[in-house]
Nanobody, 123 residues
Framework: QVLLVESGGGLVQAGGSLRLSCALT????????MAWFRQAPEKEREFVAG????????HYIDSVKGRFTISRDNAKNTLYLQMNSLKPEDTAFYYC????????????????WGQGTQVTVSS
């Protein structure tokens, strides 16, 4: 059984940085295309960043390009999202997700989800 557990969220001032982690247990993370989604209050969940299982391809939404970096540590079976130059509009609950297919911005294409971690950016 695949289990995803996020950590690393918190409260940070605008311009600050956070690194989210997503530990995968049950299977090797190298088998999966991984992604980060987020959901702000009263908004739909949106794709943030994705990393193909081969690590040959990444995809980011325009609003985080140049500020966020998705990466993976195979030895730790862990996915990361380094978030720099944070803005108040980045405030949301962040989820990691896994699929055995290609990177998709559609959350219905991911079969495994973590419980999420809150990121709050104060102005």
């Amino acid at each position: 059984q695949v289990l995803l557990v996020e950590s690393g969220g918190g409260l940070v001032q605008a311009g600050g940085s956070l690194r989210l982690s997503c530990a995968l247990t049950g299977r090797a993370i190298t088998r999966y295309t991984m992604a980060w989604f987020r959901q702000a209050p009263e908004k739909e969940r949106e794709f943030v960043a994705g990393l193909h299982w081969s690590r040959a391809t990444t995809h980011y939404i325009d609003s985080v390009k140049g500020r966020f970096t998705i990466s993976r540590d195979n030895a730790k079976n862990t996915l990361y999202l380094q978030m720099n130059s944070l803005k108040p509009e980045d405030t949301a609950f962040y989820y990691c997700a896994a699929t055995d297919d290609y990177i998709s911005v559609n959350d219905r294409d991911y079969g495994y989800w973590g419980q999420g971690t809150q990121v709050t950016v104060s102005s």
